[in-house]
């Protein structure tokens, strides 16, 4: 079965350390990939999303994320992060030829103390 | 601005009375989605229409149904809900192709 895959459940930083989220995925055929984010209290908002064309995509609030096709991996990154970056990270998947629905990792709660 | 609403945020209801969730949009998607989400833990869905065709899930328990009477409003219906059911609830829309949108959610409590 299809499945994503997030490495961290746990991650602290503090400001302006830069960050990595893990993401890796196993389905071989055509995927739509996405970044969402719940900050504490509000609803998932999309960070950025991946379709085609270029691997590195940019998202809001300097998020950027990597495709790595041969790695089935999407890992999201920024290079300083702040104390209202704290919130939980959703990676998702959709499988193009398959259907509407998005399989989501099991989250990283990301805690950025000032 | 267009968007997802959800009705209510919070709702309280006691075990095995029937409870009803709204959802409504104005973003004129085809596609709506129903997820349970348990505290830490990624959403799961439910169940989706893309127009008036229904998608459940295989493993979505038969106490839980939709309705979907027009292109804007989704119902979330839990016939009978158990202690396990308590859980925030999440609307999403999306084109065919497209991200999904997602409203605030309702937080279902059941007593």
């Known amino acids: 079965a299809q499945s994503v895959s997030q490495h961290n459940h746990h991650v602290i930083l503090s400001e302006a350390a830069s960050l990595e989220l893990g993401c890796n995925y196993s389905?071989?055929?055509?995927?739509?990939l996405f970044w969402y984010v719940q900050y504490p209290g509000q609803h998932l908002q999309l960070l950025l999303k991946?379709?085609?064309?270029?691997?590195l995509v940019k998202g809001i609030k300097g998020f950027e994320a990597e495709f790595i096709k041969s790695k089935f991996s999407f890992n999201l990154r920024k290079p300083s992060v702040q104390w209202s970056d704290t919130a939980e990270y959703f990676c998702?998947?959709?499988?193009?030829?398959?259907?509407?629905?998005?399989?989501f990792g099991s989250g990283t709660r990301l805690l950025v103390r000032p | 601005d267009a968007m997802v609403i959800q009705n209510p945020r919070y709702q309280v209801t006691q075990f095995g009375k029937p409870v009803t969730l709204s959802c409504s949009q104005t973003?004129?998607?085809?596609?709506m989605y129903w997820y349970q989400q348990k505290s830490s833990q990624a959403p799961k869905l439910l169940f989706h229409?893309?127009?008036?065709?229904?998608?459940n899930e295989a493993d979505t328990p038969d106490n839980f149904q939709s309705r979907r009477p027009n292109t804007s409003f989704c119902f979330l219906d839990i016939r009978s809900p158990g202690l396990g059911d308590a859980a925030m609830y999440l609307c999403?829309?999306?084109?065919?192709?497209?991200?999904?949108?997602f409203g605030p959610g309702t937080r279902l409590t059941v007593l």
């Open positions: 999403a829309t999306s084109r065919p192709v497209g991200e999904q949108f």
């Open positions: 389905y071989g055929g055509t995927v739509n």
């Open positions: 991946y379709f085609s064309g270029d691997p």
């Open positions: 998702a998947v959709k499988l193009v030829d398959s259907s509407y629905k998005l399989i």
């Open positions: 973003l004129n998607h085809n596609v």
């Open positions: 229409y893309y127009d008036k065709d229904f998608n």
